[in-house]
């Protein structure tokens, strides 16, 4: 499995010169499995990059959205292969008791919002309601449960041969709870994460600016951290950097977080802040870094 | 990979953790599967030391009794009919705490409802005379 990181920002797109090295690009990473098949986890406005990078893949891919906050959505009308009629698009989303996936996302996909309806794009689109029980993609194993964060939002755990991938990118397991005592099957979250090879997790605020944010369904450093140790994932990648983090920013929570996750036991190599453009390589029971630019 | 419990019963949980009323969780079995310290302080017994009681055998644990003092049959008691009926459910009603003392209390129960269906039902106690629930 591989993977890449093609938006790590939370929130709203923040480009611009101090946001270079980290990305300025809302949600969005690119999983290739073992048998070819391409999966996209969320459509912020990364996808737009990968929707370029997929000129010559495989005209059917899946798109996995965790919920339908703008940050996760807002690329899709500039993903270039949902004009292509050669290509097939499955979008999978959490259930609403309110409305359809589809109609919810049409909500976003029509005038005044959008030049194009739905019905419009010249792809073959069809959305489904992520089931609650495993199913398949390609060679994977996809799993899929809801998450403590504002409106119905998914995690998702994608299992392909013996490489696993946990996101959750918009996530708040800490209000109210005690992730250090809870017992596991009371922890939002962690089934998903559960050893996983490499897990992405919200890491939105630092310490310090978790508290005018209780309730917004974003981590801290120290929660984030402190769900990554009891999930035992191999790797860990914090992601949906704050808007208002600049990369100097961010650099200095990426040494606070090796070094308290040393502190915890962890192995300091094995936590980072995502960076735009990453990719990672998911063989079995070992994560590589492929780069970071 | 691990089940984590429905985020709904997580949620209730988190929230009853923070309330000075006495609270109980059931799943959709019927499974006792949480009470806050307030309910521990009521009943004399912390969840920590009890854990999860199966359906059918939570009840006896308090011994609900009606006003006349007779035992409430368990498939009449608010909590089942939440859980097994999908509908709120109140009664007035006395329990014994772990030392033998009875209280009269109030309880009212809801389902949790969710678009996976039944998830499970909470039941809030509020000791009779008492204003505010917190008044054991």
């Keep these: ?293 | 990979m691990t089940t984590q419990k429905p985020l709904e019963l997580i949620l209730a949980r988190n929230l009853m953790s923070a309330l000075s009323t006495p609270a109980f969780l059931v799943d959709e079995g019927g499974v006792l599967v949480f009470y806050n310290e307030a309910a521990g302080a009521l009943l004399g017994k912390r969840f920590e030391e009890l854990g999860t009681v199966g359906a059918e055998e939570w009840g006896s644990l308090f011994g609900p009794f009606d006003k006349a003092g007779e035992p409430i049959p368990y498939d009449e008691l608010p909590l089942v009919v939440a859980v097994r009926n999908g509908r709120p459910a109140h009664a007035d009603l006395q329990i014994s705490s772990a030392d033998g003392a009875r209280h009269q209390v109030e309880v009212s129960a809801f389902p949790i409802l969710t678009p996976h269906g039944s998830q499970g039902a909470i039941a809030v106690f509020w000791p009779a005379g008492s204003s505010n629930g917190a008044g054991h």
């Design chain 1, 1 to 293: 499995m591989k993977v890449k990181l093609w938006g790590t920002r939370g929130s709203i797109p923040s480009p611009g010169p101090e946001t270079i090295r980290y990305g300025g690009n809302t949600s969005c990473v690119g999983v290739t499995l073992a048998d070819g098949s391409m999966l996209a986890l969320d459509a912020g406005t990364g996808i737009r990059s990968l929707g370029l990078a997929l000129a010559n893949e495989p005209a059917r891919l899946h798109i996995l959205l965790t919920h339908l906050h703008l940050d996760h959505i807002q690329g899709l009308v500039f993903f270039a292969p949902a004009f292509q009629p050669q290509t097939e698009i499955v979008i999978w989303g959490p259930a609403s008791p309110e409305a359809s996936l589809r109609d919810r996302i049409a909500r976003y996909i029509s005038a005044p919002l959008s030049p194009v309806e739905v019905r419009e794009l010249p792809c073959d689109v069809s959305f489904r309601h992520c089931p609650q029980s495993e199913w398949e993609i390609g060679s994977a194993r996809i799993s899929a449960a809801s998450v403590s964060h504002r409106g119905p939002t998914l995690g998702y755990r994608i299992d392909d041969g013996d490489s696993s991938l946990a996101y959750i990118p918009d996530h708040e397991p800490a209000l109210g709870a005690d992730l250090d005592a809870l017992e596991e099957d009371w922890i939002s979250g962690l089934g998903l994460a559960r050893n996983a090879s490499l897990l992405i997790h919200d890491g939105q605020y630092a310490d310090a600016e978790y508290p005018d944010h209780v309730g917004w369904g974003h981590s801290s450093l120290s929660h984030a951290l402190s769900f990554a140790r009891r999930a035992e994932a191999e790797r860990t990648l914090l992601f949906h950097h704050d808007p208002m983090h600049s990369d100097e920013r961010l650099d200095q929570l990426s040494s606070e977080a090796s070094q308290r996750w040393a502190e915890m036991g962890g192995d300091p190599g094995t936590i980072e802040l995502a960076a735009e453009r990453a990719e990672y390589e998911l063989p079995t029971r070992t994560v590589s870094a492929i780069s970071a630019t």
